[in-house]
């Protein structure tokens, strides 16, 4: 079953709340129908849990797609959004932002970037990777009809650059004509991207970037392979290709490393984050490694891009990562869950084909000759307590706040292995 389908099919119920009205029939009719939802409505979250609105508790291992990076009300961010609120929230960046500066700093501190630019989703930052790049090709490069090769089953955003860039045509139908300049090879498959550069450059058009995610979120939590990843670097520094690195779903320790990027042994030209880099506060950012004064003043903005509240709730964020050591427990917990869903899948090997991942971005692949879909086995878990989500129809994804405890991930593996035994009953 489609996530799309799930709210229908859900035996949830989903009735008003007792507390802050909600009433689905009126949200159906008032809110464009963009999203598949699950028939429930969250109103509080505590660290690693959160409420609906009937008062019943669940363990987030969504965390808002990978965005909650310290979990829900954590008194830090609380603190910081708190008093940046009351002190100066937005005035635009026709004036110096000190909180944009010191977040620029961090990051540069804790990366391998030279400069940021300030967005705020992971479709912008990746829209501004692109525009830099053509700049870059046209201005640099002297190439006519820039290309960026990208990966099949990749996701980089819904904006029409960016479902463009990205290589899954479900994205894209209907809403052509599509933006020129992408060509889709096969995800670590280095021999494809070679014939891809070789093949292009005999054209009218010539291969300007490879941008890729490091770990393949959306497409199913597919890990990039080491080699691949060195010998694209290579290839990058031998041709001046940029290498771009779309890091909006894995960066901010979610890998158990600040970035990435870290697990592939190689820096990019220029990476993009958003998703958990302020904890759920929107913001996106393009970082450069090269190549930091291709755009000059005018050419690129955005209105919101960098405000106080975004960018002092990212620092607390990045500082919080710092002080209570998450990236260890990110490598611990990682560790703990991976062991624990290979168990279920010793138990169910005609159901659970696959366990992979690295960090806190983990998925569980179900056969594809199975009837079974992540779906199923989300739903499932949801009527245990447990809050999961799919990455397509086979793979379910754990992505919980960083900050998640060791009992927290014991509980979600019970909670799985019950929800996988229910559905192969
Ligand atoms: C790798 C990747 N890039 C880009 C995006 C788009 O980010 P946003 O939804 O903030 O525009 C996503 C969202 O899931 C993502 O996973």
Not at 216 to 243: A, H, M, S, W
Request: proline share 5%; glycine share 10%; hydrophobic share 40%.
């Amino acid at each position: 079953m489609s996530i799309e389908t799930l709210a229908e099919n859900s035996s949830i119920p989903a009735e008003s709340g007792t507390s802050t009205p909600y009433n689905p029939a009126d949200f159906d009719t008032s809110v464009m129908a963009t999203y598949g939802r699950f028939p429930l409505a969250l109103e509080k979250g505590e660290g690693c849990r959160v409420w609906d609105t009937e008062g019943r508790e669940y363990l987030d291992f969504v965390a808002g797609i990978a965005t909650c990076t310290l979990g829900h009300a954590h008194p830090a961010l609380v603190e910081t959004v708190t008093q940046q609120i009351k002190k100066l929230h937005h005035v635009s960046n026709l004036y110096y932002i000190p909180e944009q500066g010191q977040l620029a700093k961090w990051i540069i501190d804790h990366s391998c970037a030279e400069r940021v630019f300030f967005c705020n989703s992971g479709a912008e930052a990746n829209e501004a990777a692109i525009k830099l790049t053509r700049k870059y090709a046209h201005t640099v490069m002297d190439i006519e009809h820039p290309v960026i090769l990208t990966a099949k089953a990749s996701f980089h955003g819904r904006t029409l650059a960016t479902i463009t860039a990205t290589g899954q045509p479900k994205y894209q139908k209907n809403f052509n004509p599509l933006v020129p300049g992408f060509h889709y090879v096969p995800y670590n498959d280095l021999r494809a991207i070679e014939n891809a550069i070789a093949d292009l450059d005999e054209g009218n058009e010539r291969v300007a970037a490879i941008m890729l995610e490091g770990l393949q979120g959306e497409g199913g939590v597919r890990p990039g392979n080491l080699d691949y990843f060195l010998r694209l670097r290579k290839i990058c520094d031998e041709t001046g290709l940029l290498l771009i690195m779309d890091e909006v779903q894995i960066g901010m320790g979610r890998t158990g490393k600040y970035w990435g990027y870290e697990n592939l042994g190689i820096e990019p030209d220029i990476f993009t984050s958003a998703k958990g880099l302020a904890g759920g506060i929107p913001i996106g950012a393009m970082m450069c490694k090269k190549f930091c004064d291709v755009f000059q003043a005018g050419e690129h903005a955005s209105t919101f891009g960098g405000n106080p509240l975004a960018c002092a709730a990212a620092l607390t964020v990045g500082q919080t990562l710092e002080q209570e050591n998450i990236l260890q427990n990110v490598q611990e917990r990682g560790e703990q869950l991976r062991k624990g869903l290979r168990a279920i899948a010793a138990k169910y090997p005609d159901l659970v084909t696959d366990v992979r991942g690295w960090g806190l971005i983990n998925g569980m692949e179900l056969s594809a000759d199975a009837e079974v879909t992540s779906a199923d086995v989300v739903k499932a878990a949801i009527q245990d307590g447990l809050l999961l989500v799919p990455a397509g129809p086979k793979v379910v994804r754990f992505v919980p706040p960083l900050i998640v405890t060791a009992e927290e991930v014991e509980r979600a593996v019970e909670v799985v292995e019950k929800a996988i035994k229910t559905v192969t009953a």
